[in-house]
Every structure is written in structure tokens, then in C-alpha cells.
């Protein structure tokens, strides 16, 4: 029997749609603001599909110009461009490497606006990243001139390694305005190793005839230490990340209540409203630096989801997504880090963001101490001030609900008290079981 296609299903239906579409305007399905520019991740891929083309090109050139050097690569003449080439090529690899591993730590903010634009040190740092790209591409022609001189003076190359060095330096500090960049970084790309090859190079051509060998020689030597520089820096930062994840997970089971001043965490709705957070910051902050404490203030944004929440309604989704994120996070390590917390009350209803803030805080073991000034009565009945289960999470940690500031922080002072007398029994018991 013959077979036969079932109507709505398969190729038919691929075949029928696309008919059906056939001569019609494409639909873009995604909504452009007004305004917009390209997101942050875009913008880092762009520069990472642009440096690949360069490179590409750059490596692409050497094969398509020359197809004989590498057809007989070990011939004395050629012997001198093809470690050239070699040594532009492992320079290549390792930069491209570091493009695209560094670009979700690091990631670029350029701003491609027809407007005045305070984004100034990505721009200049886009710029500088490209000019790294055409060094290459120098440095690849400077190498393929060794072709008919294999005897001939190397410094023009490494001169311009020393200027790929130099501007790779400075891409890291212009990077330094909007990011942390790790201490063992900055110091990567000083010009030490190409630096100090240009020097002793000079050294060898004080020599009267210099020999084809020695520029062999050369290149070959510059090529290791490229890849001995960099495998060095990779595992310095290997060690890095290991020692800072290990300082974060033993920071939540070290005790928090041993030191002479202690950080509060606080967690409320004052930041949503202009009084709210002069309240906030000229009272509740002041009043709790003077009493010895230390203030974690969730409504102090970090600066990149702040530069973001500028833009208003020009922030992209993407970045809004990811400066959310970044905001919760931060709000998550200042938690963490808080030897206490006090909740804002207030309302006819406890604000979500707060009793989850409370929520976490709680199940971290960390005590709470609620404020609430509101003279209105919400509770579920007489028995509850606020929220039974609200309450139940302040309380689980020895918490109390204040009715006015000056109680919340001598409610403070008496929960870290007693928490450092607990802490120094539990040690001494620990110590001495008997």
C-alpha cells in the first residue's frame, strides 16, 4: 500500500506554513523601545565576534599569502617566518582566550548612543581592546617580512609586543572604573617578559653578523615564555577564586557575635520613598552608628544596577533582569554578613520584600528585632501585633517587635549580649568537656 502524508503534521505542515507565509513582511516578534541600545551581553559578544574576525584574518592571512612556508616549514629559509608566525599565533590563542573567559566577569557597558555619553572609560577601553586586535595583525606583518631576511633585525616585533603588553595594561585599569579587578590581574599584563626579550636582543645585536639561528632562537624563546606567562597567571588566579571561595563559606560558620562593633541589617520599605529614606539614613542609621553598631543599608545600590535604573525607561530588559539580580544578591551577602537585623513593621500590611527578608534571616539563625511605629492594629486578632507567622520567625531567634526606636536598639544590645555570653560558654564547654 502507498503512504501518504497526514494533513497538520510533518513536512506537510512545514511546507503549508511556509506557503502560507510566502511574500509576507517578516514579523519581529521583539518590542524596541525607544531609545534602546544594545544590552551589555550583546555588546560583549560583538566585541568577541569582532576581535575573532581580526584574529581570523590576521591567522588566515599567513596561510593564504605564503601556503609554502608551511609546506616545507623546516627549510633554513623558512624556518625564521614560521616561528614568527608561530609566536603571533600562540600571542593570538592566549589573548582570545582571555576575551572570551573574561567577558561574563568583566563584561563591557559601551553605550552606543547619538547623545552625550558617561561611559567614557568602556569606550576608551572597547577602543583600546581593538587596537590590541590590529597589533596582531602588525605583528603578523612585521613577521612575514622575515621571509626574505631571515638574518634580519627582529625589533620592530618585539617592540610591538611590548606595546600589545602596554595596551592590555591599560585596558585593565580602564576596566578598574566599573569593576573589581583581582589584584594578581593588574600585574599580569606589565611588559616584563617582552621587555626584557627586546633588551637582551639588543644585547645579542651588539654582536657584528648576526646569524639566522639567533633570531630562531629568539622566537622560539618568546613563544614559551608567552605560554609559561600565561598558564602562571591562569593558575594564580585559580588559586584566587579557590582562596575566596573558601573565606565566603567559612564566613557563615564563624561566630558573629565576637567583635567589638556589629553590623545590623536593615530590612524594610523607607528606600521606596524620599522621606523614607532620609528617615532612614539621618535616624535609624545615625542613631544605630552612635550606639555602637554598624549599618547595612539594602536601599545603597550597587553601581552597576544603579547606572542601569538611571537609564529609566531606555534600560533594556536584559540589563534589568541582570541588575535585579545583582540587587538581590547583594542584599542576600549583606544578610549573611549581619550579626542582626531590624525589620521595619509598618503598614497595613508588612511589606513582601521585608517578611522575606525576615524569613531568611531567621532560618540563618540570625536574630531580628521588628520595628514597627504604626499606631494600627493588623494583626490576625488581639493576639498578634503584626502576623503570627511573622512573629513565630522573630521570636524563633530570641527577636522582639519595638515600638519605638530607642526600644529596637536597646533590644539590640540585650540580644548580643546575651549571644556573646552563650557563644563564650559554648567555647568554654567545648574546650573543656569536664
Known sequence: MGSHAIPGSGVVTYVKEAWDEKGKPPVD???????????????????????????????????????????????????????????????????????????????????????????GTEEGRFGVDLGIALAYAGLLLTALRTENHPAGSLF????????????????????????????????????????????????????????????QLFLVATAVLIIVRDLHYRRVAQKSFANWLRDKESAGHQLKFGGTRHRIYIAGPLGFTPYGADYQAEEILDRLKSAGFDGSDPWATPTEAGQVFAMGDAANLADLQLAYQEVGQNNIDLIKASDAVVAILDGTDVDSGT?????????????????????????????ARVNLQLEAFIEQNDGTIARTL?????????????????????????????
Not at 550583546?42 to 601556503?67: H, K, M, N, R
Not at 529596637?408 to 555570653?421: P, S, T, V
Open 29 to 119: 516578534k521583539r518590542v524596541v523601545h525607544a531609545g534602546e541600545v544594545p544590552s551589555r551581553a550583546d555588546q560583549s559578544a560583538s566585541l568577541v565576534q569582532i576581535v575573532a574576525v581580526v584574529y581570523a584574518l590576521v591567522l588566515g592571512q599567513s596561510f593564504l599569502q605564503e601556503p609554502g612556508l608551511f609546506e616545507h616549514p623546516l627549510n633554513p629559509v623558512d624556518r625564521t617566518t614560521v616561528l614568527a608566525i608561530l609566536a603571533v599565533f600562540v600571542g593570538v590563542a592566549w589573548e582570545y582566550l582571555s576575551y572570551s573567559l573574561n567577558m561574563g566577569r568583566y563584561p563591557y557597558r559601551v553605550r552606543w548612543t547619538n547623545g552625550t555619553s558617561d561611559t
Open 156 to 215: 620592530a616585533f618585539f617592540i610591538i609586543l611590548i606595546v600589545i603588553d602596554g595596551l592590555n595594561f591599560v585596558s585593565d585599569h580602564l576596566a578598574m572604573f566599573k569593576w573589581d579587578i583581582p589584584e594578581y590581574r593588574l600585574g599580569r599584563d606589565v611588559p616584563r617578559v617582552s621587555g626584557c626579550l627586546l633588551v637582551l636582543y639588543s644585547l645579542y645585536w651588539v654582536f657584528p653578523a648576526p646569524q639566522a639561528l639567533g633570531n
Open 355 to 383: 517578611a522575606s527578608e525576615i524569613g531568611y534571616a531567621a532560618a540563618l539563625g540570625i536574630p531580628v528585632v521588628g520595628l514597627r511605629l504604626d499606631s494600627r492594629v493588623t494583626g490576625d486578632d488581639l493576639a
Open 406 to 434: 530607642d526600644e529596637a536598639i536597646d533590644a539590640l544590645k540585650e540580644l548580643i549580649r546575651a549571644r556573646e555570653i552563650r557563644d563564650k560558654e559554648i567555647a568554654r564547654a567545648t574546650a573543656d568537656p569536664a
